[in-house]
């Protein structure tokens, strides 16, 4: 079965430190992934998306990487904000004619 | 530009009730989503629509059902709801699954 796993599942840093959130997917051949961003209460919103040939994006503070070799993805936040403190979601689609598969999240708390 | 817009917001239910859940977009997008986000469980989806005239199921169709109006709209239909079917649904949409958007959510409560 494909599937998509972020551990921690939750994760509390201080303010200012930069943080790592990983995804990890059971099957090599993606066509892109996607990295979210939920406040509580609200919808997804979209951060970044990987192409298959890609090797990383980058937007702001936020560069997300992609080793389709070893089955990861990372989603680095530099000099974290109270304001970063969110549910983070990865999403993949796997190549063929599927949807897309979404990991749990990771909860993440910036505490100032 | 509004993207993907939800009706409702919020909406209680009693249990045998049933209702639809309205989803729109406006950037000429082919494919369009709901999802289901319960603790615990994460997103799963519920059906889709690849393009305009099509649908098939997710992970979790049972229960529900859909229409894809036209390009832009997406309905899902809840014939006979259950207690198990209170959740937040979400409606996202992408061009050949490229990034996808999210609309805002409907939150549901069947008693």
């Known amino acids: 079965k494909q599937e998509v796993t972020q551990i921690p599942a939750a994760l509390s840093v201080p303010e200012g430190e930069n943080l790592v959130l990983n995804c990890s997917f059971t099957?090599?051949?993606?066509?892109?992934l996607q990295w979210f961003r939920q406040d509580p209460g609200k919808g997804l919103t979209s951060l970044l998306l990987?192409?298959?040939?890609?090797r990383e994006q980058t937007s702001g503070r936020l560069n997300a990487s992609l080793d389709k070799s070893s089955g990861r993805s990372t989603l680095y936040i530099a000099a974290s904000q109270p304001g970063d403190s969110a549910t983070y979601l990865c999403?993949?689609?796997?190549?063929?004619?599927?949807?897309?598969?979404f990991g749990k999240g990771t909860r993440l708390s910036v505490i100032a | 530009n509004a993207g993907v817009t939800q009706t409702p917001k919020f909406q209680v239910l009693k249990t045998g009730q049933s209702m639809t859940l309205q989803c729109a977009q406006d950037?000429?997008?082919?494919?369009m989503y709901w999802y289901r986000q319960d603790p615990g469980m994460g997103l799963r989806l519920i059906y889709y629509?690849?393009?305009?005239?099509?649908?098939d199921k997710g992970e979790v169709p049972n229960g529900y059902n859909v229409s894809r109006l036209n390009k832009r709209e997406f309905s899902l239909r809840l014939e006979s709801a259950a207690p198990s079917q209170t959740s937040v649904y979400f409606c996202?949409?992408?061009?050949?699954?490229?990034?996808?958007?999210f609309g805002p959510g409907t939150r549901l409560t069947v008693t």
């Open positions: 999403a993949v689609i796997y190549s063929g004619n599927t949807p897309l598969v």
């Open positions: 099957d090599s051949a993606i066509y892109n």
């Open positions: 990987i192409q298959s040939s890609q």
């Open positions: 950037m000429n997008h082919n494919s």
């Open positions: 629509s690849a393009s305009e005239g099509t649908t």
């Open positions: 996202a949409s992408d061009q050949l699954r490229y990034e996808q958007y």
